[in-house]
């Protein structure tokens, strides 16, 4: 088995895509404000950096549980990695787990833990991505706002392995 992303587009109205944007915004200050603290105190665990952070950022940003913990897990990698190390994390993505992500195949939708609450969003797919996502229960995706203001959902999903030969595409529906 292998792990492919389906990168799915999403169906918005405009509350629905300022609810998103500030949910990414959100996101960001409270990676920047963990990525800050860990600079200050040379702490670049999530475990510590969790003891420090977690309701600060939760009451600075309005952001879950989850989110909160997602947010230092992501500034925690980027304070491990010695080139990104004073770099700030941008306003583009935000990780999700099984607790604050769900996927509808019935529908074809996702239901998203956001800063107004869990909000359920239409995906724009074609017949491919379908038999990609069919028979599938994702537990994470990457909520992902492009440089041109589109909003993607990217799911990682488990597809057979493709035949050597190339004569056999299991991806193929």
């Given amino acids: 088995m292998q792990i492919i992303i389906v990168k799915c587009k999403m169906i918005l109205n405009k509350q629905q895509f300022q609810i998103l944007d500030e949910t990414l915004k ?12 860990g600079r200050e105190n040379n702490i670049s665990t999530s475990f510590n950096l969790n003891k420090l952070c977690y309701k600060q950022i939760r009451e600075l940003f309005g952001l879950s549980a ?3 913990v997602r947010a230092i897990v992501r ?10 190390k004073n770099s700030k994390v941008s ?5 999700y787990d099984a607790r604050i992500f769900s996927f509808y195949p019935q529908d074809y939708t996702v239901g998203l833990t956001t800063l107004q609450g869990r909000i359920r969003f239409a995906l ?3 017949d491919y991505q379908k038999h990609l996502l069919n028979n599938q229960a994702p537990t994470s995706a990457v909520l992902h706002k492009s440089r041109r203001g589109k909003f993607f ?3 990682p999903v488990k597809v057979p392995d493709v035949a050597p030969n190339g004569t056999e595409s299991a991806l193929l529906p």
């Fill in 153 to 155: 959902i990217n799911i």
């Fill in 124 to 126: 724009n797919i074609s």
């Fill in 66 to 68: 989850n989110l909160a």
């Fill in 26 to 37: 959100a996101f960001a200050e409270g990676c920047n404000f963990v990525l800050k603290i």
């Fill in 91 to 95: 306003p583009t993505s935000v990780d």
């Fill in 75 to 84: 500034a925690t990698s980027v304070h491990q990695v010695e080139k990104r």
